[in-house]
């Protein structure tokens, strides 16, 4: 299954495609770290905090490219869009209620982030390639974790039931044209997200 | 979640001794490698890393030295304090290189 959007990345309007990307990044990274300090054990408290700001890490390169491409800057993509404007699939704005579910999700968009990255590395757009193979060498970091949580937790049928319910949503993460439309939990955490910067007049230094 | 120490030890370039690190806790040997690589291993920091349980660690504390055989050293024991007292014994002196 190939996206046209995907297939050629130069004629489709590379910043779309860069921030459909960028958007998941940073909103999976920031539900991820909602984790941080209240995860199952410290241990695992530090790796799952340490993917959530790789996420953001990886949100951040996109935007960047983005910019270049519209004259803008990193910050403005990431904070200063209406909820709207977001191209973010459903599955990684959702606010899950357990550890099962964030597990599961983590696993479906691995999955679907490493089909996505493999097409950004074969493009002939030496920027997105380059890029997509630099994110792509922290992801492998992210499956192996997924991969070991995934066999752990497969006899629990309350991670089964979580990965069923959420699988449906995970289609849209390598195929941008499933995107339709946003969950409203995603207004809700952009509010939160995007407090602090909105709290001084535009143009404000940091 | 049933949890087992693991130690690690840290090899900062190769050919170098390993050192501990830390420890980690974890539930398998899997756990133990992921966690061990984000916290010592992937920022470049080690040319290797060991990790092992902690109960595959046999300790010994209980160290007397009995009769004081400080001769049974491999870094070798200090001769400075015998050679003086021979010296006072002999009637000769280090500080007369020339033999008088």
Same mark, same amino acid.
């Given at each position: 299954?190939?996206?046209?959007?995907?297939?050629?990345?130069?004629?489709?309007?590379?910043?779309?495609?860069?921030?459909? =990307?960028?958007?998941?990044?940073? =909103?999976?990274g920031w539900r991820d770290s909602e984790w941080t300090g209240v995860a199952p054990f410290l241990e695992e408290d530090v790796a799952f905090s340490s993917i959530a700001q790789n996420e953001i890490g990886h949100a951040r390169a996109l935007y960047e490219l983005a910019a270049r491409d519209l004259g803008t800057t990193a910050d403005e993509l990431?904070?200063?869009?209406? *909820?709207?404007?977001?191209?973010?699939?459903?599955?990684?704005?959702?606010?899950? *209620?357990?550890?099962?579910?964030?597990?599961?999700?983590?696993?479906?968009?691995?999955?679907?982030?490493?089909?996505?990255?493999?097409?950004? =590395?074969?493009?002939?757009?030496?920027?997105?390639?380059?890029?997509?193979?630099? =994110?792509?060498?922290?992801?492998?970091?992210?499956?192996?974790?997924?991969?070991?949580?995934?066999?752990?937790?497969s006899g629990e049928p309350r991670f089964q039931a979580a990965l069923e319910e959420l699988r449906p949503l995970a289609t849209a993460i390598a195929d941008p044209e499933l995107r339709n439309g946003h969950t409203p939990d995603l207004a809700e955490l952009l509010e939160v997200m995007t407090e602090v910067r909105r709290s001084q007049p535009p143009g404000t230094t940091w | 979640m049933t949890a087992t120490i693991w130690e690690v030890f840290r090899q900062e370039r190769k050919g170098q001794a390993f050192q501990h690190a830390g420890s980690i806790e974890a539930p398998d040997e899997r756990f133990a490698d992921w966690y061990a690589r984000e916290q010592y291993g992937r920022r470049g920091e080690s040319a290797a890393l060991w990790i092992v349980p902690r109960d595959a660690v046999h300790p010994i504390e209980d160290f007397v030295d009995e009769l004081n055989r400080n001769y049974h050293r491999v870094d070798g024991y200090p001769l400075k304090e015998k050679l003086k007292e021979a010296r006072e014994r002999a009637g000769t002196s280090a500080a007369a290189p020339d033999g008088s």
């Open positions: 299954m190939v996206s046209p959007m995907l297939r050629n990345v130069s004629e489709q309007g590379r910043a779309q495609l860069l921030l459909g =990307i960028a958007d998941d990044e940073l =909103i999976l990431a904070f200063d869009r209406r *909820p709207a404007e977001y191209r973010c699939a459903q599955l990684v704005e959702l606010r899950l *209620p357990g550890w099962e579910h964030t597990i599961a999700r983590h696993c479906l968009y691995e999955a679907a982030d490493a089909e996505r990255l493999a097409r950004l =590395i074969a493009s002939d757009d030496p920027e997105v390639a380059g890029l997509a193979a630099k =994110i792509d060498r922290e992801e492998a970091y992210h499956r192996m974790h997924a991969d070991m949580w995934f066999d752990r937790l | -």
